[in-house]
């Protein structure tokens, strides 16, 4: 089976979607390895969140991200990476709850930026924010 990497972003945790979001999470198949509840500071999303770092909305992102705690879960699952990024939806929320209603950022989310939940999109990225965020869980 494979792992990824699932946040439930400030959004999330202040509208009080972090049950539900484990509920479909357990419902959907995956296990949940490990969890923490953290409230990041600056220089870890900027670290967490480098590729983006020359983008317009970088500022803002850093602000969003770090304006309260969040959920960070390791998820695990046959295919976990892809059917993860499916069940949260596309990125922009405002435009997953018309094309996506039964997705995770269309019952949280609200727009392109403030859209409740992350997930890893390669298995690249999987393996880098896992250990990012639990440098002991992974060997290799
Ligand atoms: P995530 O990596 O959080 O799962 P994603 O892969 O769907 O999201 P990315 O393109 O990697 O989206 O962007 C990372 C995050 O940055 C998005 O989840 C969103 O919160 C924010 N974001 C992305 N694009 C924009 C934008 N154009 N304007 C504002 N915020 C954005």
Known sequence: SELTLAIV??????????????????QSGFTIQTQATLHLDEHTVTTFYAEHSTKTFFPSLIKYITSGPVLIMVLEKVNAIADWRTLIGPT???????THPDSIRAM???DLERNCVHGSDSRE???REISFFFPHLLSG
Do not use: F, T, V
């Not at 972003?9 to 357990?26: A, H, M, T």
């Not at 922009?92 to 018309?98: E, F, V």
């Open 108 to 110: 949280c989310g609200e």
């Open 9 to 26: 972003k400030p959004d999330g945790i202040s509208g009080n979607y972090s049950s539900s979001i484990r509920n479909i999470i357990l």
């Open 92 to 98: 922009d929320a405002r435009k997953a709850k018309i």
């Open 125 to 127: 990225s999987a393996a």
